[in-house]
C-alpha cells in the first residue's frame, strides 16, 4: 500500500490554473487557512483533481506548468509541492516521460486510500473494479 510518507519529498511535475503563490503556500477559501504548499492541478500522469475549485479556476485562469518536491495534501485532496519553479509545457512534457516511478506512485497512493476507505466501510460512489480501471488508466 502506497501512502502520503512514501510520496512525500519526491519531485515531480504538474500544472495548476493560476501562477503559484509567490509565498510559496496556496490559500484554500473554503477552510480560510493556506494549504502545507502550492496545490496543483494535476501532477504527473495522474489525472486532474474534480474538485470545485479546480473546477472554477480552468474557466478563469491560464494553466501554468511546475516541477517541485511534494510536500503533501491540500483540503480539495489535491497534491502540494514546495520548491516549485515554473517550467515550460516542453520541458513539462520532457520531465514526465522520466517520473514514470514517482508519477505510478502517486496513482497508487490515490487508488489505495480509496480500497481503504472501502475496506473500512466507506460509500465513495466507486467500487474496487472502477478504483482499478483508474489505477490501470493511469499508471504507465
Same mark, same amino acid.
Given at each position: ?5 512514501? @510520496? ?14 509567490k ?13 502545507? +504548499?502550492?496545490s ?29 518536491? @511534494?510536500?503533501?495534501t491540500? +483540503? ?18 520532457? =520531465?514526465?516521460?522520466n517520473?514514470?516511478? @514517482?508519477?505510478? =506512485? ?24 472502477? @478504483?482499478?480501471?483508474?489505477?490501470k488508466?493511469?499508471?504507465?
Open positions: 500500500m502506497t501512502t502520503l510518507k512514501d @510520496i512525500i519529498g519526491k519531485t515531480i511535475v504538474g500544472y495548476r490554473y493560476g501562477e503559484a503563490p509565498e510559496g503556500r496556496s490559500f484554500n477559501y473554503r477552510e480560510n487557512e493556506f494549504e502545507c +504548499g502550492v496543483m492541478a494535476s501532477v504527473g500522469y495522474y489525472k486532474e483533481i474534480g474538485s470545485f475549485a479546480v473546477s472554477e479556476a480552468n474557466q478563469s485562469r491560464r494553466k501554468y506548468y511546475y516541477i517541485g518536491d @511534494i510536500i503533501g491540500g +483540503g480539495d485532496d489535491e497534491i502540494c509541492l514546495s520548491n516549485v519553479r515554473r517550467i515550460t509545457y516542453k520541458d513539462y512534457l520532457s =520531465m514526465k516521460k517520473q514514470v516511478d @514517482i508519477s505510478n =506512485m502517486v496513482v497508487n497512493y490515490y487508488c489505495d486510500r480509496l480500497i481503504d476507505l472501502l475496506n473500512r466501510g466507506f460509500s465513495i460512489g466507486r467500487n474496487e473494479d472502477e @478504483i482499478e480501471a483508474i489505477r488508466q493511469y499508471t504507465k
